[in-house]
């Protein structure tokens, strides 16, 4: 099994910044995509921005220019810096990380979630 920690999440000013970060730990082979979701109140968990193994990313239309993912395999930790934050970004953010363990190639575990809250 897999453990993600996630931190960084708290309070911005609109236009500010803030770094997320998720840990991975247990038991696993290797770490196959790493990425991060977000669920604001009343809508479904959406996507936000992964990020292969070989460090291709993807990101959602509405944080592309203002966010960056990046992964650190030997900490076997993502990170989601966060810039120009606007209102609209707040929401819980998930980390999700999908594993090679001894159970399946790609197994996919989630983080317990990190609110976010942007203030105008």
């Known amino acids: 099994q897999v453990q993600l920690e996630e931190s960084g999440g708290g309070l911005a000013q609109a236009g500010g910044s803030l770094r997320l970060a998720c840990v991975a730990s247990g038991s696993f082979f290797t770490i196959n995509r790493m990425g991060w979701y977000r669920q604001a109140p009343g809508n479904q968990r959406e996507l936000v921005a992964r990020i292969n193994s070989g460090g291709a990313t993807e990101y959602a239309d509405s944080v592309k220019g203002r966010f960056t993912i990046s992964r650190d395999d030997a900490k076997n930790t993502v990170y989601l810096r966060m810039n120009s934050l606007k209102p609209e970004d707040t929401a819980i953010y998930y980390c999700?990380?999908?594993?090679?363990?001894?159970?399946?190639?790609?197994?996919?575990?989630w983080g317990k979630g990190t609110l976010v809250t942007v203030s105008s």
């Open positions: 999700n990380v999908e594993a090679h363990t001894i159970i399946a190639y790609a197994m996919s575990f």
